[in-house]
């Protein structure tokens, strides 16, 4: 069966986007739903910013005020960021390690229809009686007594594309684990597929949690349960210890992926091997490690007491000593580099003294006295946006132009690209810097306004013009897609001229087989010593040509999703429409159904026949 | 295509379920994921020990006055049993006796019934005599935690069965032998959280 290159109409192009198992069209796919949630969420954001912008303001009605919060936080980390980050790591890791596929490719498929119906389920709420309104944490002293749906489709929603990250992490830990290519040690893995590793290992272990949270939110507001009501029994803190031992971990989850592109960035630009390479090595997984000791960070003033309270400050100052050898190994990376200040490098210079900010603030919070002058206020708001978006947003637009030619053959404008970022680092820093003072002066966070002359009113007006700036940066780079793709002009072989890692080697565009033959690795950068030693082909091999075995595509993991999605709008109309139940049966039913097809029938998978490959060059996008 | 090899007692690998990369990436991702369900199941029993006995005003119900532990001490015993015969089952198949393998998980199978039964008996006497679902926070957490043991046990029997069936003409090969694996460190998965269960649930609740 030849399998290469076909001419495609537009529905046999949506189907086989719809069935793909190959990682670099489901990175594609992440990307594509996670920018629009990105969209989404900053357009949310907008309209915070608007209704903050003066005193008094009526724009937003406080109860719509509380729900655009709650939508904004929850779509940006769990819909927006998380998924961009997938994408990111579908197109580089299985590349990167020398691998023809992930270990699941059928799985790979299904946690991303998995996330993409949570997400599209969570947003319908905004067009089914109204949005989740007790901010992105959920508290369940809030949630159990908010009326309407919203927090049923938070709840359900999150569930349906929790299970999909569950999947994608346990995924990325055995492709990481056994599908190296020869010569791939641990010690030779490039950072991104390191903390990918890290991050996985995260979300193994950090996600039941949160499902159980989740599960005790919808059974006590869906199915009579009493978790969280003391009245009968129960107790809500137990939420917040769930939501955090999830949430900590969480934060990690978001900001290692965003330092391995980094530390990939500073490696490539600065024309040097990275700096202390095992030391971030072991960084990266003392983080990961730590990451899980130290929820309670956000719950000292619950009244754990003073003992818990100690325990958990010092176990959170402690994660900011490996933080900082990663700082100082990024610093040290580029001394003495031959620099070029391309886009990514730019986003990676800026990234050093935003986080380093946010890092400061967040061991000022972990200090516990202090923190209770600084918990619920703006300056809250200020430390996890310095981190979030001056580490973790800053990574993915990084790495936006980094992969773009890895993943679609095109260059996205370098000089567009700068414009971007000017207007995104200037406006991010004016509209968060100022908002620590705001914390400090005494401003709550999640008020829907404030009250005129408390001295706050041009701090606010400052916060507002600057996510301005933010919003223009991120239309010309709305702009820059768009030219580049229109343009189309292909790039070719190691796009940035300076890669270092296997996945630069490769041909572009990127074989739907990645590796004609695996490549052996010769060290860490294998690519960078292939090309000092002039290898013209920039690899070395580690067998000879011959038959490459192939996953098929399947439908199954989109049917199977949208079982799910449809059970979930029985459980949340439940025992109010006489629907609900016979819906949740019928969704329920279409997702064991496609299990047990996906059971039933023998997947062999296909082979291409060296024959095939012998004068094929590039891919078939 | 390895698949088509017909293999006989004497070819069959030592381990078919590591055979080759796929199975060695079922049998490692199988067991991540059986790392994660411990977790699931290390909340669940916490928000158990916190909510035990804990309810309205007045609540009659306590872990002493409610659990019977002849009951449990049967449903204990049919499970762990069952596990025993999934090991058989595992045995028969490293020798490559198909027969084996289905006969030892079908008996695998009834033991599992057989829990269930008893477990559905339990749920359905608690209910009758008010314990329900909604009653407190203690009966929501003690059903909710093994309850999802009990879906746990009806999804890896409808998992084994379906197995038996669709395999019955297939018989043994390296891709049908890594599913049995699979299915079976399930069963074994789930009989160690019933360990649990009937530890920090029922003993200990019938002790203090
Ligand atoms: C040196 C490292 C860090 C330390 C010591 C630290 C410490 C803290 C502390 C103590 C709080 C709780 C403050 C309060 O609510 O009173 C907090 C909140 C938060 N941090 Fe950090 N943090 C660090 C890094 C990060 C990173 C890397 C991220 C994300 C990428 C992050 C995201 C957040 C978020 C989202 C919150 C607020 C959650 C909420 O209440 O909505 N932090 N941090
Ligand atoms: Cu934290």
Request: glycine share 10%; proline share 4%; net charge neutral.
């Amino acid at each position: 069966m030849s399998a290469i290159a076909q001419k495609k109409g537009f529905g046999s192009a949506l189907w086989d986007w719809l069935t793909t198992v190959d990682h670099k069209k489901i990175a594609i796919l992440y990307l594509a739903s996670g920018g629009f949630f990105f969209v989404v969420g900053g357009i949310e954001a907008m309209l915070i910013r608007i209704q903050l912008a003066v005193p008094d303001n009526s724009f937003l009605s406080a109860g719509l005020y509380n729900e655009i919060l709650t939508m904004h936080g929850t779509t940006m980390i769990f819909l927006a960021a998380m998924p961009i980050l997938f994408g990111y790591m579908n197109a580089v890791v299985p590349l990167q390690i020398g691998a023809r596929d992930v270990a699941f490719p059928f799985l790979n498929s299904l946690g991303f229809w998995l996330f993409f119906f949570g997400g599209i389920f969570l947003n319908l709420s905004w067009f089914m009686g109204g949005a989740p309104d007790a901010g992105w944490t959920s508290y369940a002293s809030l949630s159990l007594y908010s009326p309407g749906h919203g927090i049923d489709f938070y709840a359900l929603g999150l569930q349906i594309s929790g299970a999909g990250t569950y999947i994608a992490g346990i995924n990325f830990l055995v492709t990481i684990i056994n599908m190296r290519a020869p010569g791939m040690t641990y010690m030779r893995m490039p950072l991104f597929t390191w903390t990918t590793f890290v991050a996985s290992a995260l979300i193994l272990f950090a996600f039941p949690p949160l499902t159980i949270g989740l599960f005790f939110l919808i059974f006590d507001r869906m199915f009579g349960a009493n978790f969280f009501d003391h009245t009968m029994g129960g107790n809500t803190i137990i939420w917040e210890h769930l939501f955090w031992i999830f949430g900590h971990p969480e934060v990690y989850i978001l900001i290692l992926p965003a330092f391995g592109i980094f530390s990939e960035i500073f490696a490539i630009f600065s024309r040097k091997r990275l700096f202390g390479y095992s030391a971030m090595v072991f960084a990266t997984v003392l983080i990961g490690f730590l990451g899980f000791m130290v929820w309670a960070h956000h719950m000292f003033t619950v009244g754990l007491g003073p003992t818990a309270n100690a325990i958990f400050a010092v176990a959170t100052m402690a994660i900011a000593v490996p933080t900082g050898v990663k700082i100082f190994n990024w610093l040290l990376t580029i001394w003495g580099g031959s620099i070029k200040v391309t886009t990514p490098m730019l986003y990676a210079l800026g990234f050093i003294p935003s986080f380093v900010a946010g890092g400061v603030t967040g061991v000022m919070q972990a200090a516990a006295p202090l923190d209770y002058q600084l918990h619920d206020s703006y300056f809250i708001v200020a430390h996890f946006h310095y981190v979030i978006v001056g580490g973790v947003v800053l990574a993915i637009l990084a790495g936006l132009h980094l992969y773009w030619p890895l993943m679609f053959n095109t260059m996205l404008s370098e000089k567009l690209g700068k414009i971007t970022f000017w207007f995104f680092f200037l406006g991010f820093h004016a509209t968060f810097f100022i908002q620590h003072f705001l914390g400090l002066m005494g401003m709550p966070r999640r008020v829907y306004t404030f009250i005129e002359g408390q001295g706050w009113d041009l701090f606010n007006f400052i916060s507002s013009m600057g996510a301005i700036l933010m919003a223009i940066g991120v239309i010309v780079l709305v702009i820059n897609i768009v030219m580049t793709t229109v343009k189309n002009v292909p790039v070719g072989n190691d796009p940035w001229k300076d890669g270092r890692t296997l996945e630069w080697a490769i041909p572009q565009p990127v074989p739907f087989y990645n590796f004609k033959r695996t490549p052996l690795v010769r060290g860490l950068d294998t690519f960078w010593i292939e090309k000092q030693e002039g290898n013209k082909e920039g690899m070395s091999y580690a067998e000879p040509l011959s038959d490459i075995h192939m996953p098929n595509n399947s439908f199954i993991p989109f049917v199977m999703s949208l079982g799910l999605f449809i059970a979930a709008f029985g459980a949340l109309y439940n025992g109010e429409k006489a629907w609900a139940v016979p819906v949740l049966v019928i969704g329920l039913g279409i997702t064991l159904a496609s299990m047990a097809t996906r059971s039933l029938k023998d997947d062999h998978g296909y082979h291409i026949h060296k024959e095939d490959l012998m004068d094929h060059k590039g891919g078939n996008y | 295509m390895a698949e088509e090899v017909k293999y006989t007692p004497q070819t069959w690998p030592e381990h078919p379920e590591t055979a080759n990369l796929e199975g060695k990436n079922k049998f490692l991702g199988f067991w991540l994921f059986l790392g994660g369900e411990t977790v699931l199941f290390a909340s669940l029993f916490a928000t158990y020990l916190a909510l035990k006995n804990k309810g309205p005003e007045g609540m009659e119900f306590t872990t002493q006055s409610l659990f019977e532990l002849p009951l449990v001490f049967v449903m204990t015993m049919l499970l762990l049993t069952s596990s025993l015969t999934s090991v058989y089952a595992m045995y028969h198949m490293k020798n490559f006796n198909f027969r084996g393998v289905q006969t030892w998980m079908a008996i695998t199978v009834l033991l599992g019934f057989g829990f269930l039964a008893l477990e559905i008996y339990e749920f359905y006497h608690y209910v009758h005599i008010g314990f329900t679902y909604s009653q407190s926070a203690f009966s929501s957490s003690f059903f909710t935690l093994v309850g999802t043991h009990g879906l746990h046990v009806v999804i890896g029997l409808g998992w084994i069965i379906l197995l038996m069936l669709r395999n019955a003409k297939r018989g043994l090969s390296i891709y049908t032998a890594q599913k049995y694996y699979t299915a079976s460190l399930y069963w074994h998965f789930i009989d160690v959280v019933w360990v649990f269960i009937f530890t920090v649930v029922y003993l200990m609740g019938v002790m203090s």
